[in-house]
């Protein structure tokens, strides 16, 4: 079991910008496939992001692809998202997760963090 502490989110603007940070424990942090996925009110969590192992692998969610941008750093065992361009449907509670299959679907991600508020105002 890995476990999982968001943090960096908050309250912008419109075309502005923030990092999500994700520190990791409990498991080699190279070996895991880290994700972010959000919850906006009302709505279903979806997948945002992945980054896989050594490479590192990305891929992205369409709506975010070209805005968002996923890292890992291993020494620091911590995932980033970086957010530019927000837009005020990127509202939403921003989760870290961590699994041991490459994908984009929760069911595959056994490990997640209490979620951080992303608030993108017009």
């Known amino acids: 079991q890995v476990q999982l502490v968001e943090s960096g989110g908050g309250l912008v603007q419109a075309g502005g910008s923030l990092r999500l940070s994700c520190a990791a424990s409990g498991r080699p942090f190279s070996s895991i496939v880290k994700a972010w996925f959000r919850q906006a009110p009302g709505k279903e969590r979806q997948f945002v992001a992945r980054i896989t192992g050594s490479g590192p692998a990305t891929y992205y969610a369409d709506s975010v692809k070209g805005r968002f941008t996923i890292s890992g750093d291993n020494d620091k065992n911590t995932v980033y998202l970086q957010m530019n361009s927000l837009r005020p449907e990127d509202t939403a509670v921003y989760y870290c997760?961590?699994?041991?299959?490459?994908?984009?679907?929760?069911?595959?991600?056994?490990?997640w963090g209490q979620g951080t508020q992303v608030t993108v105002s017009s």
């Open positions: 997760a961590a699994g041991t299959v490459v994908s984009d679907q929760l069911k595959y991600f056994s490990s």
